[in-house]
């Protein structure tokens, strides 16, 4: 979180919060210029995530612009799945503590037609809702049914630990 204002001069466009304990590390532009000239990788891994937020952006224009709300819905959740979601039984994947509101920002919705599309989506047995959970039964099954619609993007890049410390 933060690598923008690393990059450029200019104010944070966006910010995060924790939802538990967190522990922070802070690196300072100065430390960061002196490691960024020492391991050209980490320019290469730096464009990498910018192109994959730059890709992500793109797309959710898309998806506000031109696909109905279920679609829209179903995407998130898949984003969700790949994210954040856990492995629960029988291989479904469980997605805690995303609410109705918070989906319903997601896709550019309020919360009761979020909900009225969940029902619906829980009625044809792709997902189970349950007080703070949405359980998707089948991921690939899915992904499959909406492939020309979804990405597996997650939405947040896997930055892979580092072997030493500098």
Do not use: C
Not at 1 to 22: F, M, P, S
Not at 114 to 139: F, H, N, P, W
């Amino acid at each position: 979180v933060g690598e923008w204002g690393l990059l450029i001069d200019d104010k944070r466009l966006n910010h995060t919060y924790a939802l538990g304990d967190t522990k922070v590390l802070l690196l300072s532009k100065a430390e960061f210029f002196r490691l960024y000239d020492k391991y050209p990788e980490i320019s290469h891994a730096l464009n990498r995530v910018m192109a994959r937020r730059m890709r992500l952006f793109a797309m959710l224009a898309e998806d506000a612009n031109l696909l109905p709300l279920q679609q829209r819905l179903v995407r998130a959740i898949l984003r969700l799945g790949h994210s954040a979601g856990e492995t629960g039984d029988n291989g479904s994947t469980v997605i805690s503590d995303t609410s109705h509101d918070e989906l319903g920002r997601m896709v550019g919705a309020t919360r009761q037609s979020v909900s009225r599309e969940l029902k619906k989506l829980e009625d044809q047995g792709d997902i189970a809702i349950s007080y703070g959970r949405l359980v998707i039964r089948d991921m690939a099954e899915l992904g499959k049914r909406y492939d020309h619609l979804t990405s597996v993007e997650p939405v947040v890049a896997g930055y892979p630990a580092p072997d030493k410390q500098d």
